[in-house]
């Protein structure tokens, strides 16, 4: 898993919102996201960008654990909670794979493990093999 | 709309993205994003987290432009084209509103008007009046 | 329950598909579908709408498990596998409920247990006390 | 066109609820349906299953117009007024098609014209033409 672990790395928006991968294995992964300011809307809670990017990293993760490039299709997710504060950590179980398709879904829980968002999202895989470094060339769906 | 202009100025993470609000009435609203480096995923392709935000953004900018506090219940969005640079464009419109749910579409697009992304997304309405400045208190629903 | 039980026994489209609720506990339902020919696309595999149906009554019965009135707002279903014979079970999970919303999971498996959809909905509770005979006056919400 | 509105004609569940397919053209369908008794819930308002099916249905339709075998992926689906009685029209308008995959939005509107349901809907493209008559031989995805 080092180098899906790797490849993550180089993902420059979860890094500019401060996510962290935790882990990662076949059809799993685990994220964090300690909230900042900078993760907030106009009212002062989690921003449904801010919480959907964390389930949307997380879901690439576990999607992406196979070691073949997945992307994503689409996603639902369905905010359950307002926060303000704290740690919010994000948990990908894989519902179904086949040779194209992937299905997943996210938990969002704060730190008293209370659901923040729950997330339902769909890859396609593509079959090219994940590189943690240099470019990655990119077929058409 | 001025106050409502006001109001999205506050939203935090709109700004960590770079995302603007051109437009709102009632019902609409457009918001624009120049792509970064920031908002690219580990593929160097848009990442959905940035794609989401923007549309989410103007969604929300939609949903409170009758003046009253509107919060996300859920949302979905299809991921249509990978994009890598250039000015994305979200446009808001509402399907339905009710007293207390409202209904909208979002349609990102890219330059040359080829949609990126399509979103739908709920609110439910608070009642509350929107204040562009000072804190806000917030009913649970 | 009891009451809760007969009041989905008006469901005339769970019926008209033959549908059965098993079992209905606060926040949990569970019901089964045995295929039929009418249950198929023109593909001869199972229509989408019909295993949509199976899980939105199975999610609308943990909904109302509370003893008052909840609508559906918004609902979400990945198909993952293509089935065309068998028994179906749907069992619904409440993920959050609070006063006016509750959110909730539905998975529907076949006979071995492999997962067919996975589908989230949110509804809006109503807060009217759900009566299992005469017809229910419903406000707008 | 006329042999997708034949293969059309063998979709059961469609049949079983009295849908009509009225007309498909490149990207673009058209149904409807009356409303009966058996498309009611237990509240006596419209089942979010049978919205569900008319929408699922003129979504296939669409993705089905240029030929080639269109399986759905998922789909998510908004409930924006409840009916009770007469005829619901369902539009689907293709928003994105590549060699794989086809998004479409649909519209669910009653008699006068108001939205009942708005859906949105992906589809995986099998590439496999269809076939009016005799049964279709299905590759997994």
Request: proline share 1%; glycine share 10%; aromatic share 6%.
């Amino acid at each position: 898993m080092k180098h899906i672990r790797e490849f993550f790395k180089k993902d420059a928006l979860a890094a500019h919102l401060g996510i962290e991968l935790l882990d990662v294995s076949p059809g799993k992964a685990v994220a964090r996201m300690q909230l900042r300011d900078h993760h907030l809307n106009g009212l002062g809670t989690l921003h449904g960008g801010a919480a959907f990017t964390l389930a949307d990293f997380t879901f690439a993760a576990a999607a992406n654990s196979h070691g073949t490039v997945a992307v994503a299709l689409s996603a639902t997710i369905s905010f359950v909670k307002a926060v303000r504060t704290g740690v919010l950590t994000a948990e990908a179980v894989e519902i179904s794979v086949s040779r194209k398709i992937g299905t997943y879904t996210v938990n969002v829980t704060d730190e008293t493990g209370q659901i923040v968002a729950v997330f339902q999202g769909m890859v396609y895989r593509k079959g090219e093999p994940i590189h943690a470094g240099g470019s990655v060339r990119q077929k058409k769906i």
